[in-house]
């Protein structure tokens, strides 16, 4: 993996670029200010032919979709463009049905390239579509939202969510190309960016104690809008993924570890019922306490690094316990019962990723239901 900070020959845009090592499908990430505006130029020389087709959703729409033709078309690039509604309902069959269907009415061929334009559920049902249309074309990434930008649009995770849970139906299916323009997180409200926020913070956490250092006196302005910190942080978490993602693509190991708090917190979204009572990201951030809480009854870490953890979520206004969700019971049977039907249960023991410090996660698969339910009776109470 290569990074290095560029200037784009047509337009002086400053931006940092790193590569994502796959072989024949490696892939660049470009990260900087206003790359929308310019994205024509940087599309051009990955596209099979000058001809796109752009989905994205109605809010997404209105804020970047007329910059992203303008630059298709300097660029020579024919374009089209599938507008959804926002929002998690369209990660579904029906609605992936109806982007195929779209896509042959407008009879695509194998060369054209889609183009998602949003946040993660953009991405991951673009991602898809172009993974079994005509069975397989390619697609580029343009991530609008802090936690795309640092998680879901690097790494070739795609999919769509099923009545029996989320993405259960996808594919590794990695882009031609990542386009991540910091000036889109300028329309996001705060809530989203500390949801996107939380995952930068893992990134830390799992094996950087210096970037975490370095978020504990630069958390509060990136959140608040600073833009030099959040091309840096989101450099940062794209490097990180993009070095686990080249020796791991498909999880067999390594990869397991960006999950960090995701046990926990996919069982929360579920029991909640993925709605906006608790965002992903905020989840995630509960996930991460609660994941480092189950370390230090384990006696794997102090109970310092948990105290660490949650100042720093806290101090950027990201929920660090169960009161901190308005209108939701916490019950740890619950709780538990939905992580038995999220991971493999293995003699009642499940798979976490837990840590012997800040930066120092690991993979345990030998994790015991009582210590478990043991940290979600002691948060209840917190
Ligand atoms: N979001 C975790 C992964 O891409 O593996």
Excluded at 299 to 326: A, F, M, N, T
Excluded at 341 to 363: E, M, N, Q, Y
Aim: glycine residues 8%; aromatic residues 6%.
């Amino acid at each position: 993996m290569e990074s290095d900070l560029k200037v784009s020959d047509q337009t002086m845009t400053v931006y940092d670029s790193l590569s994502l090592e796959l072989g024949e499908r490696s892939y660049q990430i470009l990260i900087g200010a206003n790359l929308i505006n310019d994205a024509g130029a940087f599309i051009l020389p990955v596209l099979r032919q000058p001809r796109v087709v752009v989905i994205t959703d109605e809010n997404v729409a209105q804020l970047y979709l007329p910059n992203l033709k303008r630059s298709l078309s300097s660029a020579g690039i024919g374009h089209s463009e599938i507008i959804l509604q926002a929002g998690e309902c369209t990660k579904s069959l029906s609605h992936l049905e109806s982007i195929i269907d779209q896509l042959l009415m407008q009879k695509i061929d194998r060369d054209t390239t889609l183009i998602a334009l949003g946040g993660g559920v953009i991405g991951d049902l673009t991602g898809f579509a172009a993974a079994v249309v005509l069975r397989g074309i390619d697609f580029i990434q343009i991530p609008t939202t802090l936690l795309s930008q640092v998680d879901s649009s690097v790494g070739g995770k795609t999919g769509i969510n099923t009545k029996y849970g989320k993405n259960l139906i996808g594919s590794y299916y990695q882009p031609k190309l990542v386009l991540a323009d910091i000036t889109s997180l300028e329309s996001l409200p705060l809530r989203e960016i500390l949801s996107g926020y939380a995952e930068v913070v893992k990134y830390g956490l799992i094996n950087d104690a210096p970037f975490f250092d370095w978020l504990e006196k630069s958390g509060n302005a990136l959140c608040e809008g600073d833009k030099a910190l959040r091309q840096q942080a989101v450099m940062t978490c794209c490097r990180a993924k993009a070095d686990i993602v080249s020796q791991d693509e498909r999880e067999s190991g390594e990869r397991a570890l960006l999950n960090l708090g995701h046990t926990f917190g996919h069982a929360l979204e579920a029991d909640i019922g993925y709605s906006d009572t608790i965002l992903h990201g905020e989840a995630v951030a509960l996930g991460i306490i609660l994941a480092h809480e189950l370390s230090v009854t384990m006696k794997l870490c102090s109970k310092e690094v948990v105290h660490r953890v949650k100042d720093h979520y806290q101090s950027v206004g990201l929920p660090v316990s169960p009161s901190d969700i308005s209108g939701y019971n916490w019950n740890p049977n619950r709780l538990i019962s939905q992580m038995k039907s999220d991971k493999k249960v293995k003699d009642g023991r499940l798979t976490f990723i837990l840590t012997k410090g800040i930066g120092s996660a690991f993979i345990a698969n030998d994790v015991a239901l009582e210590d478990v339910r043991t940290i979600l009776a002691k948060a209840t109470n917190s």
